[in-house]
């Protein structure tokens, strides 16, 4: 899995990390002392990567003071500076978003986000994750006002091999949810994944529905919704931040799905929604395939991001604690 993730995220993050390097060569390259010019052209990486630039530049004047402090001259030093800022970034996030596992069943995740987004199938992508986990899955049909929405997740389910619950189009999402878990319960099924409607998050009255779909989870299951994953296009940049703050003030929001990462998409939203958000990112959807959702390493994705080669970074790692996985099972 390891290798999997690394070499696809690579792929798709090429575009990133690649314009990235170019931007901050100067500043891993030199091995003279590191100027102020060569931090200058690693905030410009940060900044071009999407990780905004209220990130980009704390960062930055945050490694100017280690640098003055620590003595650091080379690249071979200011590497594994940046490395561990930002994966103490990503585990913070990490940390204030632990999910629990236990409790009663079914679990009930939700996946929320608007339309376009790969929503629909993020949820039958995880739903086969879970199964190879060793977990039984319902899907929940509960996007009833797209048009085809219920038959594009049966189409998909039987793919991955997941049952579907569903209503006529048009029908009361919370209806479809009630459904859902009783049909798990019937079943003895460990999960039920709902996929919810796209919803504009300028549209009040469907922020509303959402509301009434998590009371209805929350009646018929302890603890519930005990996940609820924000699926967003990871070419969308700073605009999926402004969807992720209106969604995670209406739903409870605990993860982030960020898919189409096999695009033009930049990386560094990953550490935006991180630091603005203080969520972290469960998974990365890296292309069309059934097995392309991938459980999100943070540590392999800086070192994507940084490009530092197996091996070189074994003093690095020894330095900060691992960081959780991605991927909840």
């Known amino acids: 899995m390891s290798r999997s993730f690394l070499g696809k995220?690579?792929?798709?993050?090429?575009?990133?990390?690649?314009?990235?390097?170019?931007?901050?060569?100067?500043?891993?390259?030199?091995?003279?002392?590191?100027?102020?010019?060569?931090?200058d052209r690693l905030?410009?990486?940060?900044?071009?990567?999407?990780?905004?630039?209220?990130?980009?530049?704390?960062?930055?004047?945050e490694l100017r003071e280690e640098v003055r402090r620590r003595d650091i001259t080379t690249a071979d030093q200011l590497r594994p500076a940046v490395r561990r800022r930002l994966l103490a970034l990503l585990e913070a996030a990490d940390a204030a978003n632990r999910v629990e596992h236990?409790?009663?069943?079914?679990?009930?995740?939700?996946?929320?986000?608007?339309?376009?987004?790969?929503?629909?199938?993020?949820?039958?992508?995880l739903a086969k994750r879970r199964?190879?986990?060793?977990?039984?899955?319902?899907?929940?049909?509960?996007?009833?006002?797209?048009?085809?929405?219920?038959?594009?997740?049966?189409v998909w389910a039987r793919r991955v091999g997941a049952p579907v619950v569903h209503q006529q189009e048009g029908a009361d999402p919370a209806a479809v949810v009630f459904d859902a878990i009783a049909s798990a319960r019937a079943q003895g099924?460990?999960?039920?994944?709902?996929?919810?409607?796209?919803?504009?998050?300028?549209?009040?009255?469907?922020m509303k529905e959402l509301e009434k779909v998590r009371k209805v989870a929350a009646r018929e299951v302890a603890g519930a919704p005990h996940e609820v994953l924000l699926v967003l296009d990871a070419t969308t940049g700073a605009n999926g931040i402004e969807q992720a703050q209106r969604f995670g003030a209406v739903a409870g929001v605990t993860g982030v799905v960020?898919?189409?990462l096999d695009g033009t998409a930049k990386g560094g939203v990953i550490l935006a929604i991180a630091d603005r958000l203080k969520l972290p990112v469960r998974w990365v959807g890296?292309?069309?395939?059934?097995?392309?959702?991938?459980?999100?390493?943070?540590?392999?994705?800086?070192?994507?991001?940084?490009?530092?080669?197996?091996?070189?970074?074994?003093?690095?790692?020894?330095?900060?604690?691992?960081?959780?996985?991605?991927?909840l099972g």
């Not at 990780?51 to 004047?61: F, H, I, K, M, T």
């Not at 097995?291 to 994705?301: I, K, S, W």
């Open 9 to 39: 995220l690579k792929r798709g993050l090429f575009m990133t990390h690649t314009e990235f390097l170019e931007k901050a060569g100067e500043a891993f390259r030199r091995s003279g002392p590191v100027e102020a010019v060569a931090l």
């Open 43 to 61: 905030e410009t990486a940060l900044i071009a990567s999407d990780a905004g630039v209220e990130l980009s530049l704390r960062l930055v004047d």
């Open 102 to 125: 236990g409790g009663e069943r079914p679990r009930v995740t939700l996946l929320v986000g608007v339309n376009g987004t790969g929503k629909t199938t993020t949820a039958a992508k």
């Open 131 to 154: 199964q190879e986990e060793g977990s039984s899955v319902v899907l929940a049909a509960a996007d009833t006002f797209r048009a085809a929405a219920v038959e594009q997740l049966q």
């Open 189 to 206: 099924r460990d999960e039920v994944l709902v996929d919810t409607a796209g919803r504009l998050h300028t549209r009040s009255n469907l």
């Open 258 to 260: 960020l898919t189409k």
């Open 286 to 327: 890296v292309g069309e395939g059934e097995d392309d959702l991938l459980p999100f390493d943070a540590q392999e994705f800086v070192d994507s991001l940084l490009e530092v080669e197996a091996g070189s970074g074994t003093a690095d790692r020894a330095a900060s604690p691992p960081p959780a996985k991605g991927g």
